[in-house]
C-alpha cells in the first residue's frame, strides 16, 4: 500500500520538488533543535543594518543580530508550530469527527456540531488574544488558540467521509458479524479517512504558519525565539528605511517552505488515490 | 457494394508505461451496414469499452495513445477531425447508450430540455421545431406520455424508463451510428425484453447501424445478426448469431456458450466453467491470448497471433478451430 | 442438488409473517413473508429488484429492525436471544454481498480481513487460526501469496472468492448470497458457483441463494421462492418451478428469462410505470393490477398461501402458492 503510493508519487515531478524542498527544511530545523545551527539567533554580532558579507551571509537587522541564524532559528519555529498545531488538531478533529459521523443525527452529533458551529463563529484573531490574555503570555497560547479553532475543519470533513463510508458494504459485513461500534469506527472507517487526513493536514500546518506570522504582526506570535512571522513584522519598519534583509529573508523562506507544502499535498492526493490504475 | 454505416480499420489503443506498452485494444477491425445490429461480447476488461470511446473519440488526449486505418461513417473518416469537427458528429451522425442512464444524465434538467438540447445543438432549429421532434422521438421509443416524460426529471422515472429515454434522446437526431454499451444489463428481465424490442424497432425506422455491446450472449442473440467476440483486445470469432449459437468455431466462444446457464425443465447438467482466469494487460502471453487456457493449444499457438481465418473477414482467430 | 430425506427434520431457519418497512420511504419492503429454509439444501430467492429480497437478508442478521414477525434460527428466535446466543448464531450465519469490491474493507489485507471473524468469534488460539486461514485460501482456490495483499489488488472473481473465504472461514451452517454472482462475468459466475456447490456438498451448508436471474437459480437451487413487491407469492421445488410455475407472475418471470414475451400481457407497458408506492394493502392481491388471468375475486380480496399437493411423493420441501386461481385445492398432475 505504502509502497504504491510512493511509485505513484516518485513519477510526479512536481510533487517530488514539494517533497525534497519540505525536506531539505525539515533537515534545518531538525539541526536547529540538536542545537547544530542557528543558535545565534539573538546574538548581536554586527552593526545594524550591514548589508551582505561574508560574516552575515544575509546581513543583519536593527539590532544587528545575524539575519541567517535568525531565519535558521525561524525554520525550526516553523515547524514547530506547524508540527504541534497539526498534530493535535487533526486528532482531535478526527476523533471528534469520526464520533460525530459514526453517530451521526444522535445527541453526541448534535452536541459536537453545535460546538463545531460556536468556535467557528468566534473571530479568530479576537479569540487568540482572548487565549493570550487568559493565559497571561505562555509560550503556548498561540499554539493553544489555534488548536481549539483548527480542529473545526478536520472535523467537517472526518464526519462526512465517516457518513458516507457508513454506507459502505464492508461496514455492513462487520455489523453483519455483531462487531462492535467503537471497533468499526477505529479499525474499518477511520484507516479509510487517512488519505483525505494526509492532505487535509499538510493545508492546516500551511495554516498554521500563516496564522503565526499574522499574530506575530498582533503582537501575539512567538514570545520567546524568533519566526519567520516576527522577522517579516520587524521588516516592515525597516523596509520603509530601505533595508529589505530581513524581508527577503523571511518572506523567501516561507514562501518556499509553503509552495512545497503545496505540491506535495496535492501530489499526495493523487498518489492515495486508491481508484486510479498504476499506468 | 453499398458503404458500410461503420467501418472501423485497423483499430488500435495503448497506453505507454516508460518503457512498456499496454495494449486493450489490438487491431481491430469491422463494419456494419446500415439497418444492422452487431454485436460486440466479450467480459470485462477485453476492451470493448475502450473500442467504443475510441470510435467516438472520448478517450482522454494524453496517456492514452490511440491509431486507426480509418473510422469510416458512411464512407467519411472521422479518426483524422478535430475536437471541434468531432463533437458536430456526436450526437447527429453517431450517438452512445450507456449503461447507467441515472449517471449518464444530468440530474437538475427535465428529459424534455435535455433531449432538445442535442437537437438544437446539432440542427440549429428553433425551439418549437426542438421541442416538435423532441416529442417525437419519446414516442417513437414507446411513450405514449411523450409530454408528461418530457416535463420529468431523470429521478422521477424508473430505470427502464430512464433507459427509454436516453434512447430517445441518442436518436432525436436520426444518427447513421448508434453504439449502446451494455444498455440493458442494469435492468430487470421484463424491462429488459421492452428495451430490447424499442432498440429493434428504430434499427427498422431509421435504418439506424447499431453496435450493442454486452457480456451477455443471450441478450445479443435477441438483437443481433452478427456478432464479434473479444478477448483481451483482439476479435477471436467474427461471423452471425445464428452460426454462432449452432456451432461456435473458436475454443473461447465456445467455452463462453457453455458456460451461460440454461433454464430447462430437467435436471441442468454439472455447471461447467473455462480453467483459469482472464490475464491483466500486462501479463498477456505471446501469441494467442487465450493459449494458455485453451485445451486445443498447441505449440504454435504460443508463438504466432492467429487471424481471422476467413478472407470476408470473418471466422475465428485460431489455428485449430473447432 | 441434495436428495436427503427431511421430511422430519425441524427447518434451519424459520420466517414467520415477516413484514418490515423503511419509514423514510413509507415503503413496505417486507410484507407479512413465511418462510422456510431446510438444513443442507438451497433455496432460491428471486424477484425483481426492490421486491425485497435483500431486505429479508438483512433482517435475518438483525441488520434492520422489522416491524413485525419472528424470525428463527434452529428453533431459536433471533430477535428475543440474549448477547451470548445472538453472538453465537451471528457465526452460524454468514452473508456474501453482490460487488466484493466494496464489501471487502479496502485498506485491511486478506489475511487481516479473514481473520476477523475467527478474533471475533475467539474460535481457536493464534496457530489454530492461521491454520484455519491458510486452509480455506485452499479451498476457494486462492494461493498463499494473496494474503498480504489488499482487495484493490485481485480480480473481481477473486475478490468474490475472498469474500466467499471470509464468509465460510466461521464453519457457518447458514450462508446466505446476495446477488452473489450477478456482477461477475459469465465465465467466472460459472466458477464461482461450481465454487459454491462444491463447498456445499463438502461442507454440508444450507443456502440462502438471492438472485434476480432465474438462469443461474436453476443451476443452484433446490428449492425456488418467489417475491413480488415485498411480498412471497410462490414457493416451489425447483423441478417443479422449471417445469410449470403455478403464479402468474411467475409465469411471467419465466417466459422473459427464457427471452419470449409472456402470452396475455397487458398492451400498455405496465412495467413502465414510475417508482412504485406499496401499500401493503390486504384488500386486494398484489400483483392484481397487471395480471393477464386476473379474476373480480383479485380485487377485493387478498389470496391465502395455498398448499399445492402433488402426487409424486418425492417431492420435498415447501409448494404452496398465493393466487385465488387456486382456491380449490388442486392435484398438480406433473
Given at each position: 500500500?505504502?509502497r504504491?503510493?510512493w511509485k505513484?508519487?516518485?513519477?510526479?515531478?512536481?510533487g517530488?520538488?514539494?517533497?525534497?524542498?519540505?525536506m531539505?527544511?525539515?533537515?534545518?530545523?531538525?539541526?536547529v533543535?540538536?542545537?547544530?545551527?542557528?543558535?545565534?539567533?539573538?546574538?548581536?554580532?554586527?552593526?545594524?543594518?550591514?548589508?551582505?558579507?561574508?560574516?552575515?551571509?544575509f546581513?543583519?537587522?536593527?539590532?544587528?543580530?545575524?539575519i541567517?541564524?535568525r531565519?535558521?532559528?525561524g525554520?525550526?519555529?516553523?515547524?514547530?508550530v506547524?508540527?504541534?498545531?497539526?498534530v493535535?488538531?487533526?486528532?482531535?478533529?478526527?476523533?471528534l469527527g469520526?464520533?460525530?459521523g459514526?453517530y451521526?443525527?444522535?445527541?453526541?452529533?448534535?452536541?459536537?456540531?453545535?460546538?463545531?458551529?460556536?468556535?467557528d463563529?468566534?473571530p479568530?484573531?479576537l479569540?487568540?488574544?482572548?487565549v493570550?490574555?487568559?493565559?497571561?503570555?505562555?509560550?503556548?497560547?498561540?499554539?493553544?488558540?489555534m488548536?481549539?479553532?483548527?480542529?473545526?475543519?478536520?472535523?467537517?470533513?472526518?464526519?462526512?467521509?465517516?457518513?458516507?463510508?457508513?454506507?459502505?458494504?464492508?461496514?455492513?459485513?462487520?455489523?453483519?458479524?455483531?462487531?462492535?461500534?467503537l471497533?468499526?469506527?477505529?479499525?474499518h472507517?477511520?484507516?479509510?479517512?487517512?488519505?483525505?487526513l494526509?492532505?487535509?493536514?499538510?493545508i492546516?500546518?500551511?495554516?498554521a504558519?500563516?496564522t503565526?506570522?499574522?499574530?506575530?504582526?498582533?503582537?501575539?506570535?512567538?514570545?520567546?525565539?524568533?519566526?519567520?512571522g516576527?522577522?517579516?513584522?520587524?521588516?516592515?519598519q525597516?523596509?520603509?528605511?530601505?533595508?529589505f534583509?530581513?524581508?527577503f529573508?523571511?518572506?523567501a523562506?516561507?514562501?518556499?517552505?509553503?509552495?512545497?507544502?503545496?505540491?506535495?499535498?496535492?501530489?499526495?492526493?493523487?498518489?492515495?488515490d486508491?481508484?486510479?490504475?498504476?499506468? | 457494394?453499398?458503404?458500410?454505416?461503420?467501418?472501423?480499420?485497423n483499430?488500435?489503443?495503448w497506453?505507454?508505461?516508460?518503457?512498456?506498452?499496454?495494449?486493450?485494444?489490438?487491431?481491430i477491425s469491422?463494419?456494419?451496414?446500415?439497418?444492422?445490429?452487431?454485436?460486440?461480447?466479450?467480459?470485462?476488461?477485453?476492451?470493448?469499452?475502450?473500442?467504443?470511446?475510441?470510435?467516438?473519440?472520448?478517450?482522454p488526449?494524453?496517456?492514452?495513445?490511440?491509431?486507426?486505418?480509418?473510422?469510416?461513417?458512411?464512407?467519411r473518416?472521422?479518426?483524422?477531425?478535430?475536437?471541434?469537427q468531432r463533437?458536430a458528429?456526436?450526437?447527429?451522425?453517431?450517438?452512445m447508450?450507456?449503461?447507467?442512464?441515472?449517471?449518464?444524465?444530468?440530474?437538475?434538467f427535465?428529459?424534455?430540455?435535455?433531449?432538445?438540447?442535442?437537437?438544437?445543438?446539432?440542427t440549429?432549429?428553433?425551439?418549437?421545431?426542438a421541442?416538435?421532434?423532441?416529442?417525437?422521438?419519446?414516442e417513437s421509443?414507446?411513450?405514449?406520455?411523450?409530454?408528461?416524460?418530457?416535463?420529468s426529471?431523470?429521478h422521477?422515472?424508473?430505470?427502464?424508463?430512464r433507459?427509454?429515454?436516453?434512447?430517445?434522446?441518442?436518436?432525436?437526431?436520426?444518427?447513421?451510428?448508434?453504439?449502446?454499451?451494455?444498455?440493458?444489463?442494469?435492468?430487470d428481465?421484463?424491462?429488459?425484453?421492452?428495451?430490447?424490442?424499442?432498440l429493434?424497432?428504430?434499427?427498422?425506422?431509421?435504418?439506424t447501424?447499431?453496435l450493442?455491446?454486452?457480456?451477455d450472449?443471450?441478450?445479443v442473440r435477441?438483437?443481433?445478426?452478427?456478432?464479434?467476440?473479444?478477448?483481451c483486445?483482439?476479435?477471436?470469432?467474427?461471423?452471425?448469431?445464428?452460426?454462432?449459437?449452432?456451432?461456435?468455431?473458436?475454443?473461447?466462444?465456445?467455452?463462453?456458450?457453455?458456460?451461460?446457464?440454461?433454464?430447462?425443465?430437467?435436471?441442468p447438467?454439472?455447471?461447467?466453467s473455462?480453467?483459469?482466469?482472464?490475464?491483466?494487460?500486462?501479463?498477456l502471453?505471446?501469441?494467442?491470448?487465450f493459449?494458455?487456457?485453451?485445451n486445443?493449444?498447441?505449440a504454435?499457438?504460443?508463438?504466432s497471433?492467429?487471424q481471422l481465418?476467413?478472407?470476408?473477414?470473418?471466422g475465428?482467430?485460431?489455428?485449430?478451430?473447432? | 442438488?441434495?436428495?436427503?430425506?427431511?421430511?422430519?427434520?425441524?427447518?434451519?431457519l424459520?420466517?414467520?409473517?415477516?413484514?418490515?418497512?423503511f419509514?423514510?420511504?413509507?415503503?413496505?419492503?417486507?410484507?407479512r413473508?413465511s418462510?422456510?429454509?431446510?438444513?443442507?439444501?438451497?433455496?432460491?430467492?428471486?424477484?425483481?429488484?426492490?421486491?425485497?429480497?435483500?431486505?429479508?437478508?438483512?433482517?435475518?442478521?438483525?441488520l434492520?429492525?422489522?416491524?413485525?414477525?419472528?424470525i428463527?434460527?434452529?428453533?431459536?428466535d433471533?430477535?428475543?436471544?440474549?448477547?451470548?446466543?445472538?453472538k453465537?448464531?451471528?457465526?452460524?450465519?454468514?452473508?456474501?454481498?453482490?460487488?466484493?469490491?466494496?464489501?471487502l474493507?479496502?485498506r485491511?489485507?486478506v489475511?487481516q480481513?479473514?481473520?476477523e471473524?475467527?478474533?471475533?468469534f475467539?474460535?481457536g488460539?493464534a496457530d489454530?487460526?492461521?491454520?484455519k486461514?491458510?486452509?480455506?485460501?485452499?479451498?476457494?482456490?486462492?494461493?498463499?501469496?494473496?494474503?498480504?495483499?489488499?482487495?484493490?489488488?485481485?480480480?473481481?472473481?477473486?475478490?468474490?472468492?475472498i469474500?466467499i473465504?471470509?464468509?465460510?472461514?466461521?464453519?457457518?451452517?447458514?450462508?446466505?448470497?446476495?446477488?452473489?454472482v450477478?456482477?461477475?462475468?459469465v465465465?467466472?459466475?460459472?466458477?464461482?458457483?461450481?465454487?459454491?456447490q462444491?463447498?456445499?456438498?463438502?461442507f454440508g451448508i444450507?443456502?440462502?441463494f438471492i438472485?434476480?436471474?432465474?438462469?443461474?437459480?436453476?443451476q443452484?437451487?433446490?428449492?425456488?421462492?418467489?417475491?413480488?413487491?415485498?411480498?412471497?407469492?410462490?414457493?416451489?421445488p425447483?423441478?417443479q418451478?422449471?417445469s410449470?410455475?403455478?403464479?402468474?407472475?411467475?409465469?411471467?418471470?419465466?417466459?422473459?428469462?427464457?427471452g419470449?414475451t409472456p402470452?396475455?400481457?397487458?398492451?400498455?407497458?405496465w412495467?413502465?410505470?414510475?417508482t412504485?408506492?406499496?401499500?401493503?394493502?390486504?384488500?386486494?392481491?398484489?400483483f392484481?393490477?397487471?395480471?393477464?388471468?386476473?379474476?373480480?375475486?383479485?380485487e377485493r380480496?387478498?389470496?391465502?398461501?395455498h398448499d399445492?399437493?402433488h402426487?409424486?411423493?418425492?417431492?420435498?420441501?415447501?409448494?404452496?402458492?398465493?393466487?385465488?386461481?387456486?382456491?380449490?385445492?388442486?392435484?398438480?398432475?406433473?
Amino acid at each position: 500500500m505504502i509502497r504504491d503510493t510512493w511509485k505513484k508519487l516518485k513519477s510526479d515531478r512536481y510533487g517530488m520538488t514539494g517533497l525534497i524542498v519540505v525536506m531539505i527544511f525539515a533537515m534545518i530545523a531538525l539541526l536547529v533543535w540538536s542545537g547544530l545551527l542557528g543558535q545565534g539567533w539573538s546574538d548581536v554580532t554586527g552593526n545594524r543594518f550591514e548589508g551582505v558579507s561574508s560574516k552575515h551571509l544575509f546581513g543583519t537587522n536593527l539590532l544587528g543580530q545575524d539575519i541567517l541564524q535568525r531565519t535558521l532559528f525561524g525554520t525550526a519555529t516553523a515547524f514547530e508550530v506547524g508540527l504541534v498545531v497539526t498534530v493535535s488538531s487533526t486528532l482531535l478533529g478526527t476523533v471528534l469527527g469520526g464520533l460525530a459521523g459514526w453517530y451521526a443525527h444522535g445527541w453526541l452529533d448534535e452536541i459536537i456540531l453545535w460546538l463545531k458551529g460556536v468556535l467557528d463563529s468566534i473571530p479568530f484573531y479576537l479569540f487568540a488574544a482572548a487565549v493570550a490574555f487568559a493565559l497571561q503570555g505562555s509560550p503556548w497560547a498561540m499554539h493553544l488558540a489555534m488548536i481549539v479553532t483548527f480542529w473545526t475543519t478536520t472535523a467537517r470533513i472526518i464526519r462526512g467521509e465517516v457518513m458516507r463510508i457508513k454506507q459502505r458494504e464492508f461496514i455492513e459485513a462487520a455489523r453483519a458479524i455483531g462487531l462492535p461500534g467503537l471497533k468499526t469506527v477505529f479499525r474499518h472507517v477511520l484507516p479509510n479517512t487517512v488519505h483525505v487526513l494526509l492532505v487535509q493536514g499538510t493545508i492546516v500546518f500551511v495554516a498554521a504558519i500563516n496564522t503565526e506570522v499574522i499574530l506575530s504582526f498582533l503582537g501575539l506570535g512567538i514570545q520567546d525565539g524568533v519566526s519567520w512571522g516576527l522577522m517579516l513584522a520587524e521588516s516592515s519598519q525597516e523596509v520603509l528605511a530601505g533595508h529589505f534583509g530581513n524581508f527577503f529573508a523571511a518572506g523567501a523562506s516561507l514562501f518556499l517552505l509553503l509552495m512545497g507544502f503545496n505540491l506535495l499535498a496535492d501530489a499526495l492526493q493523487d498518489a492515495l488515490d486508491t481508484r486510479r490504475a498504476l499506468i | 457494394m453499398t458503404t458500410p454505416a461503420l467501418k472501423v480499420t485497423n483499430l488500435s489503443v495503448w497506453f505507454e508505461n516508460g518503457s512498456s506498452r499496454l495494449t486493450v485494444v489490438d487491431q481491430i477491425s469491422f463494419s456494419i451496414n446500415a439497418g444492422d445490429a452487431t454485436g460486440l461480447v466479450g467480459e470485462s476488461g477485453c476492451g470493448k469499452t475502450m473500442t467504443a470511446m475510441a470510435i467516438l473519440g472520448l478517450l482522454p488526449e494524453s496517456g492514452v495513445n490511440v491509431r486507426s486505418d480509418g473510422i469510416e461513417i458512411n464512407g467519411r473518416d472521422i479518426s483524422t477531425l478535430n475536437t471541434g469537427q468531432r463533437r458536430a458528429v456526436l450526437g447527429r451522425d453517431i450517438a452512445m447508450i450507456f449503461q447507467q442512464p441515472a449517471t449518464a444524465l444530468d440530474p437538475v434538467f427535465t428529459m424534455g430540455q435535455q433531449i432538445s438540447a442535442v437537437y438544437r445543438r446539432h440542427t440549429g432549429g428553433s425551439k418549437q421545431q426542438a421541442r416538435k421532434s423532441m416529442l417525437q422521438a419519446l414516442e417513437s421509443v414507446g411513450f405514449s406520455d411523450a409530454d408528461d416524460i418530457a416535463a420529468s426529471y431523470p429521478h422521477e422515472l424508473s430505470g427502464g424508463m430512464r433507459q427509454l429515454a436516453m434512447i430517445a434522446m441518442a436518436t432525436v437526431c436520426k444518427p447513421a451510428v448508434i453504439i449502446a454499451d451494455e444498455p440493458t444489463t442494469a435492468l430487470d428481465n421484463s424491462t429488459r425484453a421492452l428495451i430490447l424490442e424499442q432498440l429493434k424497432h428504430l434499427r427498422k425506422l431509421h435504418r439506424t447501424a447499431i453496435l450493442f455491446i454486452s457480456h451477455d450472449l443471450a441478450v445479443v442473440r435477441q438483437i443481433c445478426r452478427d456478432v464479434m467476440v473479444m478477448y483481451c483486445g483482439r476479435l477471436m470469432e467474427k461471423t452471425d448469431c445464428q452460426s454462432l449459437f449452432a456451432h461456435a468455431r473458436h475454443p473461447y466462444s465456445a467455452g463462453l456458450l457453455s458456460c451461460i446457464p440454461q433454464i430447462s425443465d430437467t435436471q441442468p447438467p454439472p455447471i461447467k466453467s473455462i480453467p483459469g482466469q482472464i490475464p491483466a494487460p500486462a501479463d498477456l502471453p505471446l501469441g494467442c491470448h487465450f493459449a494458455p487456457r485453451c485445451n486445443r493449444a498447441e505449440a504454435q499457438c504460443r508463438t504466432s497471433i492467429p487471424q481471422l481465418d476467413c478472407d470476408n473477414g470473418t471466422g475465428a482467430a485460431c489455428f485449430r478451430p473447432l | 442438488m441434495n436428495t436427503s430425506n427431511l421430511v422430519n427434520t425441524p427447518p434451519l431457519l424459520e420466517i414467520r409473517d415477516l413484514s418490515l418497512s423503511f419509514h423514510q420511504q413509507a415503503q413496505v419492503a417486507v410484507d407479512r413473508v413465511s418462510l422456510n429454509l431446510a438444513a443442507g439444501r438451497t433455496l432460491g430467492l428471486v424477484g425483481a429488484s426492490g421486491a425485497g429480497k435483500s431486505s429479508i437478508a438483512r433482517a435475518i442478521l438483525r441488520l434492520v429492525k422489522p416491524d413485525s414477525g419472528e424470525i428463527l434460527f434452529k428453533g431459536k428466535d433471533i430477535y428475543r436471544m440474549n448477547p451470548h446466543d445472538l453472538k453465537a448464531t451471528r457465526q452460524r450465519i454468514q452473508l456474501v454481498f453482490q460487488d466484493p469490491s466494496v464489501s471487502l474493507s479496502p485498506r485491511r489485507t486478506v489475511e487481516q480481513t479473514l481473520r476477523e471473524p475467527l478474533q471475533h468469534f475467539a474460535i481457536g488460539d493464534a496457530d489454530h487460526q492461521r491454520q484455519k486461514i491458510r486452509g480455506i485460501l485452499q479451498t476457494v482456490g486462492l494461493d498463499q501469496g494473496a494474503l498480504n495483499r489488499y482487495p484493490h489488488q485481485f480480480s473481481s472473481g477473486q475478490q468474490q472468492r475472498i469474500a466467499i473465504a471470509r464468509a465460510l472461514i466461521t464453519n457457518p451452517d447458514l450462508l446466505i448470497a446476495d446477488e452473489a454472482v450477478s456482477s461477475l462475468d459469465v465465465s467466472i459466475q460459472a466458477q464461482i458457483l461450481q465454487l459454491i456447490q462444491m463447498l456445499q456438498k463438502d461442507f454440508g451448508i444450507s443456502i440462502l441463494f438471492i438472485s434476480h436471474d432465474l438462469a443461474v437459480i436453476r443451476q443452484i437451487a433446490d428449492d425456488v421462492a418467489v417475491m413480488y413487491q415485498g411480498q412471497l407469492l410462490e414457493q416451489s421445488p425447483a423441478d417443479q418451478f422449471f417445469s410449470g410455475p403455478s403464479h402468474p407472475y411467475s409465469k411471467s418471470l419465466l417466459s422473459f428469462a427464457q427471452g419470449k414475451t409472456p402470452s396475455g400481457w397487458p398492451d400498455d407497458k405496465w412495467y413502465l410505470e414510475r417508482t412504485r408506492q406499496s401499500t401493503g394493502d390486504a384488500s386486494t392481491c398484489v400483483f392484481s393490477g397487471y395480471c393477464p388471468d386476473k379474476m373480480p375475486v383479485c380485487e377485493r380480496l387478498e389470496p391465502a398461501m395455498h398448499d399445492i399437493h402433488h402426487k409424486n411423493q418425492h417431492v420435498l420441501g415447501p409448494y404452496c402458492v398465493k393466487c385465488h386461481l387456486y382456491d380449490e385445492v388442486k392435484i398438480n398432475d406433473h
